[in-house]
């Protein structure tokens, strides 16, 4: 019996799969940050040794035979990176381990796609527009992090209706239902109140990120303010995917188009408006039906040359669907 292990690392937690070679997941294990962007070499190792002794323990022969390891991990696009976890997950294991290490992009398109070309848009707190094409090239728009890009991300739709709301408490923009809402989201009666309510807090982009969600509430009451930031966000994430396609695929090339992250959680508003919006080019939008870390298992079995068939990826999916 052959096994993969799929590993989703980022820099909050690290979601760790084991299958058997037809898609049956056997294991599980979370830990902690994995990105070496933001933790030190010793405890990433530490990490990654916790999480795969834990797999270990599920399956007690899992490392006396062929293994195949694919970890997408958050920061793994810098060479350097990979390299080095790479090699950490190396020195961890014996000889008869396969390591592929790749960003953590890849598990969330191939959550969507199951191994085939695409691109998709990761947009949480953060955005990332990254795909990979029929000959194997990776591309990437956008990803810049919040100072200087993150378009369409959580941060970015929360920092427009925060300033949105702040023009409308000066009288410099339209009235919105959107400075009320905040006011009873951060239990703050002024624009004053409100805005050392998030300079205070020890990481201001977490206060600002979930801010998404009230725009989306906004948005469905019909509130212009909120309109206009949805429109401009469609508006954002259209030019950065399309902008990759043109990188990426052939003109009318047909590609799937994979919609990852928070704020694509409320189907009705932005994969249904980018739906709308990229009618007339060649890309079909994708849900996932399992996380990223099922798309990790995926680029464990194209590392292995195991074909994703339908078993396989039903019975990927099986397991989620249990779940909920």
Same mark, same amino acid.
């Given at each position: ?91 961890? %294991? ?82 919105? #239902?959107?400075?009320?809402? %905040? ?60 902008? #990759?396609?043109?990188? %990426? ?20 508003? #932005?994969?249904? #408006? ?51």
């Amino acid at each position: 019996m052959k096994y993969v292990i799929g590993i989703d690392g980022g820099g909050t937690k690290t979601h760790g799969l084991l299958a058997d070679e037809n898609g049956v997941i056997l294991a599980s294990s979370e830990r902690g940050p994995t990105n070496p962007n933001v933790i030190h070499r010793t405890v990433l190792s530490k990490t990654l040794g916790h999480l795969l002794q834990d797999l270990k323990q599920q399956v007690n022969d899992l490392f006396d035979q062929k293994t195949y390891i694919f970890a997408g991990i958050a920061g793994a696009g810098e060479a350097s990176n990979q390299q080095e976890f790479k090699q950490i997950l190396i020195e961890l %294991l014996p000889d008869t381990v396969y390591v592929d290490v790749y960003p953590d992009s890849i598990n969330a398109l191939y959550s969507g796609t199951f191994g085939e070309p695409g691109i998709v848009q990761i947009s949480g707190t953060g955005s990332i527009t990254y795909g990979i094409n029929n000959e194997l090239k990776h591309g990437r728009v956008g990803g810049w992090g919040y100072l200087f890009g993150d378009e369409g991300s959580g941060f970015d739709l929360g920092k427009q209706g925060i300033t949105a709301s702040l023009k409308a408490y000066d009288g410099r923009d339209r009235d919105t #239902l959107l400075l009320e809402m %905040l006011y009873n989201q951060f239990h703050v009666t002024s624009g004053h109140e409100l805005i050392r309510e998030i300079y205070s807090a020890p990481m201001p982009k977490d206060k600002i990120a979930p801010v998404s969600q009230v725009v989306f509430q906004a948005y469905k009451q019909n509130d212009r303010v909120a309109q206009a930031i949805v429109e401009n966000t469609v508006n954002e994430l259209k030019v950065n995917i399309l902008t #990759l396609y043109k990188k %990426l695929f052939h003109h009318n090339e047909r590609a799937k188009l994979v919609l990852c992250g928070g704020v694509f959680t409320d189907k009705t508003i #932005l994969p249904t #408006l980018i739906e709308k919006e990229l009618a007339d080019h060649p890309l079909s939008v994708v849900i996932p039906e399992v996380p990223p870390a099922g798309g990790s298992l995926i680029g464990a079995y194209l590392s292995m040359n195991r074909h994703i068939d339908e078993e396989l990826i039903e019975n990927i999916k099986e397991i989620y669907r249990k779940s909920r």
